[in-house]
Structure formats: structure tokens, C-alpha cells
């Protein structure tokens, strides 16, 4: 009897597999392991040789393209050789930065990077690392005003944080009406005061941002030096977002007020921000706490069941985000 294809929406490679298929392509030694780590926008895995540790991701089918993906190594590689803190992607043997796999869903792309050293603090993130963290962000930014790239990357504006954010969310809760409506006019009110504070468009206010700096997204060593790595969400944008961007998560940990302004006072002690930046920061924290929300909502059924968004999903986020003001 002729048994039916069955459509895959996302499969999770084997590791031992990856061994064999994919990790053989790069200079390193040869792995002992390779588990999976974490599944999330993308699948991340831990590979362990006799003596190194690096991290191998799995991009997501739809989630990013080849030209994006592309766009965040090549950037990764210019910030490594400026000596910047971060997971830098390890080249093949024969020098690509990633390697393609067929999975049931269809093709994804492959790349490694190296270990970060240290561990990650999430909630337990301290005055001295944050201070150190906010210093690194400022030296990538300052180091990402000479990148330059032939591929392309979504810019971080209203219509892809806000506006993107609120038609995924929206999919899911046509029956919270008066809800959706509410965050509707809250994406209104922030594209007005967007408008009103008239941020340039250049550098250094502008420019590239990681997107997604904070304490769960780097290593520190023992000297609380930190390295940063996922540089999945960077793109074009306001400099101040990424600080709302660490601020909303740094809030959403319930880490320490004084924690969270030392980040700021590391990150102006390399590069001062402006009044208006300043200003703005409050306002971005809430565009953050919105796209989270649509990212979230755009991986349903992918990365995320229909059950995890249920009502009681949207009052939790949309009482978190009027706490906001």
C-alpha cells in the first residue's frame, strides 16, 4: 500500500551525523561529540574535540536567507580580525563560511563558530560585567561604522520591528480585538515620538547593531572580561536600540537598576551618546519588548506550538509592556 508524504516543518539533524557530513569539511580536530545544545530560532549545538570546544548552528529554513546569513559571518569575520570580543565563524577547508544540508523541509545552511570562553550570567549579571559589556558594544559599534558588505540584511526600522511584529501577533489573537487594537495605537504613539526625535541617520548614532546583546548572549572569563556571540537578530539601525534592546531584556531578568545604568555608563566612556539617544532609549525598550513578541509569534508551529500561545501569553506580555512606562 503506498504510504503518503508527510511534509516536515523542522527537523533536528542528527549530531553524530553532522559529524560525519559536515564537520569533517573544517580544520579542527576531530570531534568526540556533537549534541544539541539548544533549539531555538535556529538549532545550536555543542561540539567537544580532545581539546576544543566550538558551537555549530543550524540555521532555521525561513528564518534567515543565504544572503543574510552571509551578511552576519562576514561581519563576524571583519569584527575577529579588528581584534573585536566575539564567537567568530571557523572557515571550511576549502574557505566557505558555510556548508549546505538537505534536510525534509528542504535545504539549511550549516556554520561553525568558535566557544566563547567563560559562561553566560543571565540574572546574576553584576555591576562590573555589565559596565565591561556596555564598553564592548560601543567598540563594535565604533569598529561596524568601516564595515562594509556586499550582501544584504533587513534594516532594523519601524515596519520590521513594529509593524511586522503586530501582524504576526495579531494572526494568532484576531479574537482579542480590543487587545490588538490597544497594541495597534501604543506602534503608533512610538512612531510618532520616533518621528519627533529625529535621530540622523549616520553614523555613529546609526549604523550596524548586534540586536541582541545582553547577559545570556556572552561568556565571561574569569576576569569578567566578556565575548559575545548569536549575532542571528544584527541589521542596520538606531545604536540606541540596541541598548533598549539589552535594557528590555536586562528588566525582563529583573536585574538591578544600578546594573542596567552601568551598562550605559561602560558603553559612554567609549562612546558618548547624545541627549537625544539618551532620550530615546526608554522609547526603544518598548519596540524591543515588541518584537520579541512577534518573533515569538512568527515561529508558531515552526519553533513554538499553537498551545504556548494561549491568553494567558498576551496579558502576561501586554501587562509587562504597560510596566514599561
Not at 528542504?106 to 560585567?129: D, H, I, M, W
Not at 532620550?279 to 515569538?296: D, R
Request: hydrophobic share 40%; proline share 4%; glycine share 4%.
Amino acid at each position: 500500500m503506498h504510504q503518503p508524504f508527510i511534509p516536515v516543518i523542522h527537523s533536528i539533524p542528527d549530531g553524530a551525523a553532522l559529524i560525519d557530513t559536515v564537520l569533517s569539511e573544517y580544520p579542527i580536530n576531530k570531534p568526540l561529540s556533537c549534541k544539541l545544545y539548544k533549539r531555538g530560532l535556529n538549532d545550536t549545538y555543542l561540539v567537544e574535540t580532545k581539546s576544543q570546544k566550538y558551537i555549530l548552528r543550524v540555521y532555521r529554513r525561513g528564518w534567515r536567507n543565504k544572503e543574510e546569513i552571509d551578511f552576519e559571518l562576514e561581519l563576524l569575520t571583519f569584527l575577529h580580525k579588528s581584534k573585536q570580543p566575539i564567537a567568530y565563524p571557523i572557515a571550511r577547508k576549502d574557505g566557505d563560511l558555510t556548508t549546505e544540508i538537505t534536510a525534509p523541509e528542504g535545504t539549511r545552511y550549516v556554520a561553525v563558530f568558535s566557544y566563547a570562553p567563560g559562561c553566560a550570567v543571565n540574572e546574576k549579571l553584576n555591576v562590573r560585567q555589565s559596565y565591561l559589556l556596555g564598553e564592548a558594544l560601543a567598540k563594535i559599534h565604533i569598529s561596524l561604522d568601516s564595515f562594509q558588505s556586499s550582501f544584504s540584511r533587513p534594516a532594523l526600522n519601524s515596519e520590521y520591528l513594529l509593524d511586522w511584529s503586530v501582524k504576526a501577533i495579531k494572526l494568532l489573537y484576531n479574537h482579542r480585538k480590543s487587545d490588538i487594537n490597544y497594541l495597534q495605537k501604543e506602534v503608533e504613539k512610538i512612531k510618532i515620538k520616533l518621528k519627533e526625535f529625529s535621530l540622523p541617520l549616520s553614523a555613529p548614532a546609526y549604523g550596524i547593531c548586534v540586536s541582541d546583546v545582553h547577559s545570556g548572549n556572552a561568556h565571561f572569563n574569569e576576569d569578567n572580561e566578556p565575548t559575545l556571540f548569536d549575532f542571528d537578530q544584527c541589521g542596520y539601525g538606531w545604536r540606541a536600540f540596541d541598548i533598549g534592546k539589552f535594557m528590555h531584556f536586562a528588566m525582563r531578568m529583573k536585574i538591578d537598576v544600578e546594573v542596567r545604568n552601568s551598562f550605559i555608563e561602560g558603553y559612554q566612556d567609549i562612546r558618548k551618546l547624545s541627549k537625544v539617544e539618551l532620550a530615546s532609549i526608554p522609547v526603544f525598550v518598548k519596540v524591543a519588548h515588541i518584537w520579541v513578541m512577534g518573533i515569538s509569534a512568527n515561529a508558531v508551529e515552526d519553533v513554538l506550538s499553537y498551545g504556548w500561545f494561549d491568553d494567558d501569553w498576551l496579558d502576561a506580555r501586554l501587562g509587562l509592556f504597560r510596566n514599561l512606562d
